[in-house]
């Protein structure tokens, strides 16, 4: 069951974004609307127009939160909903023997709550994300920079990331949706780009595949009439 693209010989790694990429609406924008004042949005205004740093727009949004854990947990029960086709996807790269990661500057209090609660069988050391706590219902980010970031736009180091499994000999695939998945598009092997980010890539002539679920994608990877 290979891959039905070159990879030149090289074992095959897929970085995926988690918000509004595997999930089909932003996380963080959803809690943010139901949990915090309205104030926030100018600050995440501010950021996409590339006035501040996604760092600065976190920090800056985050004062505005005012909810629980639980509050939190029962909003992902209710909204989160998973980007048709990617648990397939995912089984099928799994069962072809290749890798896949998820790097995301989302936070951990409800990545991997979903990543468990829909059952996606990715272990601890392939979710690289930053963390956040909930104290007296102030959302309290934790960020876990790349030491080598070049970009102020992404805080976790996806283009890093993805240069680290190159010069580890892989051909790396980038999935994603938004601006801080614009410095990735920029150094990965083969993009999956859609919204911000397939805007993005049009506008600096970056080959890219849009699409807009993930039965696309493994189309794309796989002949599907062979699983």
Known sequence: MPLKIDTAGKPFTIVFDFDGTITEEDIFDGLFARYADPECWETHRAYHDREISLKEAY?????HFRGSREDIYSFLQKEARLRDGFRELHERLTAAGARSLIVSNGFDIYLEYLVRLWNLGFSEEDIICHHAEIRENHFIPIFREHEKLRHDNCLIGKAEIIEEQQQAGAF??????GYSDTPAAGVADLVFGRQRLEEYCREEKISFVPFSTFTEVEEYLFSVSEF
């Open 59 to 63: 920090l800056g949004m985050a004062a």
């Open 172 to 177: 790396v695939a980038f999935a994603g949706n």
